[in-house]
């Protein structure tokens, strides 16, 4: 039977602390009512104690959002963590998610303290988020570079406190997929009570490895992923929600599935953009402009013979209308007959050879030929008739 995995959308926390990503509270919640049509199945929606402007922008969302679980983030403080159920009063789902440093650098040079204290913060947030909110979520920050033994002593107390979900970041982008599928399996085998939670991933991408280490997760026991759109996030970024919905939809749809309706991704992922001011690199996988644009002569003339020749995923299906033929120097005639008709000229063999030596000059002096470039070229061809 098909397992669901639970998207946690952190665009609205993780993403939004990227320098220049910061909205206020109205964009806040534009986005978030977005992210409750995506389908998402928690949004994490700010650190409150950070700023009024951010607990006012919770406190919104709490209100107008009724379908995800609505989650506020704090360190291992107690007034952060009345502050984060204070933001949360409204929430028809509220989650604190709070935790602390497990890694031996941050034990030492974060908190100059020692391991056993640590485990001792980390209960005494986990039982005091408990006090105001059933849905408690801890996150052992660094558990990419923390000891495995060491990890699983702290979740295994954090769970026996009341934990509902446990979060494994890899916060520095550090592991390979699959030293952090063997990390996951490590708990799962060595954690007492850890089947009664929900055992999240929330991967950086400090060397572009933070959705296969995700997918890594879920291998080996994760049901929930920790996400961004566009893979935002602090310095190389967050997982991004695209691809791993992306992936789990084309590889794994026999085991896994999430809620998210993949149409909304692009129109998304442009909002996202829009409103943080933070574009897109051209080819990042499935929302950059590129993401189904051909350029080269040969695979041009292969996709539009078939579109899976060179597509794994419809277009479609991720919101985008079509495939896109761009005009280049490097394109050949298949793609300028296509081009050509899409506009209104269906052109015979020998037009199409007139045209394209037209076309090949007039792409030498430009990066890319577009449609009023075409009609231009081909009404002064074919209308004027200056062949
Ligand atoms: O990367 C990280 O460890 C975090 C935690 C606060 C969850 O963002
Ligand atoms: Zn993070």
Request: charged share 25%; net charge negative; proline share 3%.
């Amino acid at each position: 039977m098909s397992k669901k995995i639970e998207i946690f959308d952190t665009t609205l926390r993780d993403g939004e602390q990227v320098p220049g990503c910061k909205l206020n509270h109205k964009e806040k919640l534009k986005v978030a009512l977005g992210l409750q049509s995506l389908g998402v199945d928690v949004i994490e929606a700010g650190f409150p104690i950070s700023s009024p402007g951010d607990f006012k922008a919770i406190e919104m969302i709490c209100k107008e959002l009724r379908e995800p679980v609505i989650c506020a983030l704090s360190r291992s403080v107690e007034k952060d963590i009345k502050v984060a159920a204070e933001s949360l009063t409204y929430a028809k789902r509220p989650r604190i998610h709070t935790g602390i440093g497990t890694s031996e650098q941050h034990i030492k040079y974060k908190f100059q303290s020692t391991p056993e204290k640590i485990i001792e913060r980390a209960i005494a947030a986990t039982s005091c988020a408990k006090r105001f909110v059933e849905d408690v979520e801890f996150y052992a920050e660094d558990a990419g570079r923390t000891d495995n033994a060491y990890l699983a002593r702290v979740i295994e107390a954090v769970v026996a406190a009341g934990a509902t979900v446990v979060n494994i970041p890899d916060t520095t982008g550090y592991c390979l997929p699959d030293e952090y599928g063997q990390k996951i399996a490590y708990l799962k085998e060595n954690v007492k009570g850890i089947h009664k939670v929900t055992i999240s991933a929330h991967c950086h991408n400090d060397l572009g490895l933070a959705t296969a280490n995700s997918i890594a997760g879920v291998m080996h026991g994760v049901t929930q992923i920790e996400c961004t759109l566009n893979g935002i996030g602090e310095r190389a970024g967050n997982t991004s929600l695209e691809e791993v919905v992306m992936i789990l939809k084309q590889k794994y749809r026999d085991h896994f599935y999430t809620d998210i309706n993949t149409k909304l991704l692009n129109p998304l992922s442009r909002l996202v953009s829009e409103s943080m001011s933070m574009p897109v690199q051209a080819n990042k996988a499935i929302v950059g402009v590129n993401a189904f644009a051909h350029s080269s002569g040969i695979h041009q003339d292969g996709v539009i013979k078939s579109r899976e020749n060179y597509e794994i995923i419809d277009p479609l299906e991720v919101g985008v209308d079509k495939s896109y033929i761009v005009l280049t120097a490097r394109s050949g005639r298949a793609a300028l007959a296509f081009r050509s008709k899409e506009i209104g000229y269906d052109l015979a063999k020998d037009e199409l050879d007139i045209a394209y030596e037209h076309f090949i000059s007039l792409a030498d002096t430009k990066k890319e030929v577009d449609e009023h470039d075409l009609q231009k070229m081909l009404d002064a061809i074919f209308v004027s008739n200056i062949c």
